[in-house]
């Protein structure tokens, strides 16, 4: 069992930053693929970025490709989306999971999900 917890949600102008958090607890944090999703109102839950196990290889949804950036401190047992020159678009509730497996951008092979945090970016 995994417990994943986000922070660092908030209310940010549009081209701001922000850097999300996710401490996991439990099992070893370092078998685990992270991964990000967003649900905005109205839409689906999409895919945002995903990290290795090792940290070594990451994947991003083309709409953030080149504005976000996913890492992970194995020490701090903890993911990072760093979230840089921010669009209204962007706008969603954010959640942290971890896949007992291969990093993979479809949410079904996600075991372990946190309960969000939200993201707000104003005109």
């Known amino acids: 069992q995994v417990q994943l917890e986000e922070s660092g949600g908030g209310l940010v102008q549009a081209g701001g930053s922000l850097r999300l958090s996710c401490a996991a607890s439990?099992?070893?944090?370092?078998?685990?693929?992270m991964g990000w999703f967003r649900h905005a109102s109205g839409k689906e839950r999409e895919f945002v970025a995903a990290?290795?196990?090792?940290?070594?290889?990451?994947y991003y949804a083309g709409s953030v490709q080149g504005r976000l950036t996913i890492s992970r401190d194995t020490a701090k047992n903890t993911v990072y989306l760093q979230m840089n020159s921010l669009k209204p678009e962007d706008t969603a509730v954010y959640y942290c999971a971890a896949a007992d497996g291969s990093v993979s951008p479809r949410a079904h092979e996600y075991d372990y999900w946190g309960q969000g945090t939200q993201v707000t970016v104003s005109e």
């Open positions: 439990g099992r070893t944090f370092s078998r685990y693929a």
């Open positions: 990290i290795s196990r090792s940290g070594g290889s990451t």
